[in-house]
């Protein structure tokens, strides 16, 4: 026992900075992309013909775009890409309240668009508790397991009063992974129906906002939206799988726990090494 004590002091402290500080990230991690189409050769369609997902629109055109419920992040369209015109930021702030939201659009430069919060009646009721049910409805588990990743000692999604529960009686909203697969279907839809009102639902990664690279399939519903009927998504969170901190960043923001646009990242492994990002400099971010 006492050489196990040793080697938890000897460790530190192993909770991610963020949001009070920068948040670190792989060196092979990508976050949000930007389009230049100016850069586009003309006729050109490589970024589009080596998309898996069919998440690029438009190349070339002033209307180019790319849809990150669709986005796998593979990077092979600006692998592809000869002259640039894609590519891919460490921006992680990629969950959005609407899946038109999720559409990074050419027109829009770098800006990039952020979680608004809940209304203040649901803050009230969630912004300091808040219980999660999780449903894999068919998914390969990388989601899964960045959901669960969320709640280790690095991320620990549990200070900010956000868990997961093993029953839905006890929810106050779903969190769907998967392309919600026929087999998932009626266990969803079940699922949703036990969970007390007023509740949430949070659709994490491309396969549960868009079928992801299932999408078509006839086993499948192209994600949850529609699965269940006359329900809304109220929080969309891309990633194939999303990482930790997009997650805890869509979540906080929904909660109103985060404020601003901050993008405060810090050098691969290193708390206090900033990182230059591409863009205009963010004004502070406010944490309640």
């Known amino acids: 026992m006492i050489e196990i004590l040793k080697a938890r002091l000897q ?6 900075a963020y949001p009070g500080g920068p948040a670190r990230f792989p060196e092979r991690f990508r976050g949000r992309p930007v389009l230049d189409p100016a850069r586009c050769e003309q006729g050109c369609k490589a970024c589009v013909e080596v998309c898996p997902t069919g ?12 849809d990150l419920g669709r986005c796998l992040f593979c990077a092979e369209c600006g692998d592809a890409c000869p002259t640039g015109a894609v590519a891919f930021t460490r921006d992680y702030r990629l969950a959005m309240r609407t899946r038109e939201e999720l559409l990074v659009e050419a027109s829009r430069g770098d800006e990039a668009k952020l979680v608004r919060a809940l209304d203040e009646k649901m803050r009230a009721l969630f912004g ?7 449903v894999s409805a068919g998914g390969c588990n990388g989601c899964e397991a960045e959901l669960n990743a969320s709640g280790n000692i690095q991320f620990d999604l549990s200070r900010f009063g956000i868990q997961f529960v093993a029953s839905p009686r ?17 266990a969803l839809q079940k699922t949703y129906e036990a969970t007390p009102a007023p509740k949430i639902v949070v659709a994490v990664g491309a396969c549960a906002i868009s079928g992801g ?3 078509g399939s006839p086993v499948a519903n192209d994600g949850v939206e529609g699965a269940i009927p006359g329900v809304p998504v109220d929080l969309w969170i891309p990633g194939c799988p999303p990482h930790p901190i997009t997650i805890l960043d869509g979540l906080l923001r929904l909660l109103g726990r985060v404020e601003g646009n901050a993008l405060r990242l810090a050098g691969t492994g290193i708390v206090g090494a900033s990182e230059p990002v591409p863009g205009p400099a963010s004004a502070p971010a406010k944490i309640a």
């Open 213 to 215: 690279p299932f999408a």
């Open 55 to 66: 998440a690029v629109r438009e190349p070339g055109l002033p209307a180019m775009a790319l």
């Open 128 to 134: 300091r508790s808040l219980k999660l049910r999780q």
């Open 170 to 186: 006890h929810a106050d909203g779903l969190v769907v992974t998967g392309p919600v697969t026929e087999n998932m279907l009626l």
């Open 11 to 16: 460790l530190g402290k192993q909770t991610v």
